[in-house]
C-alpha cells in the first residue's frame, strides 16, 4: 500500500463517497481495528487508536494508492451509547452494506484471545444473510502463547461456522499482516478486471 491518506468522516450515506471500491471494517471497540488499519498501511498513525468512543457516528474512509478505501466503521458494541444511538448506528452500517454499490470485501475483527462475542457472531450471520464476502481477522495473537495458537485459532473457526477467509493476525508484532495485505491487493486487481 504505497499511499495511504485519510480522506473524510461521513456522518450520512449521501455524504459517504463511492466512486472507488471499498473494503469495510468492522468490530466491537478495542478489538484493534485502529491499530490494525495502522499496520496493514504501514502508517504509524493514519488511524487514531481509540480513546473514549464519541457520541457522533463516522465512517472513516482512508483512499490507499488511489484506486480503493479502507472504511473505518466505530466500533459496536458501546454499553455507554444511548440506545437511539446504538439503533443509529446499526442502521447506518445496514444502509451502507446494503446500498453501497462498490463493496469488495468486508473485514470483520474479532479478538484472538477473546474469541467471538455474542455481537460478533451477530453480525457475522447478518452480514453473511446479506452475501457478502467476509474476511474474518482475528487480532491481538500475540496475547497468546505461540503453542497454544494452533488449538485456538480452531475454537475460533468453529463457533463462526469455518469462514473460508481466516487470518490471526498481530499489529503489534507484525504478524501476518502482510497475507491480509496481500489478499486484500488481489481482491482489487479482480475486482477492477471483473
Ligand atoms: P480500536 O478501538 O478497535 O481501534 O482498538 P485500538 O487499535 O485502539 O486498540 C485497542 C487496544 O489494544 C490498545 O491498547 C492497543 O495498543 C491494543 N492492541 C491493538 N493491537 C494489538 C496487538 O496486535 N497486540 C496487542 N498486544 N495489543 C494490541
Not at 469488495?104 to 462475542?117: A, E, H
Not at 494452533?150 to 477467509?165: D, G, L, M, R, S
Amino acid at each position: 500500500m504505497k499511499e495511504a491518506k485519510y480522506i473524510k468522516g461521513a456522518t450520512t450515506l449521501a455524504q459517504a463517497p463511492s466512486d472507488l471500491p471499498i473494503f469495510l471494517l468492522l468490530g466491537r471497540s478495542n478489538v484493534g481495528k485502529s491499530s490494525f488499519i495502522n499496520a496493514l498501511t504501514n502508517r504509524k498513525n493514519l488511524a487514531k487508536t481509540s480513546g473514549t468512543p464519541g457520541k457522533t457516528i463516522v465512517l472513516n474512509y482512508y483512499l490507499i494508492n488511489n484506486e480503493f478505501y479502507l472504511v473505518d466503521a466505530p466500533g459496536y458494541g458501546y454499553a455507554k451509547r444511548a440506545k437511539s444511538v446504538k439503533d443509529d448506528f446499526i442502521i447506518m452500517i445496514e444502509n451502507i452494506l446494503i446500498y453501497h454499490p462498490k463493496i469488495v470485501s468486508v473485514l470483520l475483527l474479532i479478538d484472538f484471545k477473546v474469541g467471538p462475542t455474542n455481537d460478533d457472531i451477530e453480525i457475522y450471520e447478518f452480514l453473511l444473510s446479506l452475501n457478502l464476502n467476509v474476511i474474518v481477522v482475528a487480532t491481538k495473537m500475540d496475547k497468546i502463547s505461540s503453542t497454544r495458537r494452533y488449538k485456538q485459532t480452531n475454537v475460533i473457526k468453529e463457533k463462526i461456522y469455518n469462514p473460508p477467509y481466516f487470518y490471526a493476525v498481530s499489529s503489534a508484532n507484525n504478524i501476518n499482516v502482510s497475507n491480509v495485505r496481500k489478499e486484500l491487493l488481489e481482491r482489487i486487481r479482480n475486482y477492477e478486471t471483473s
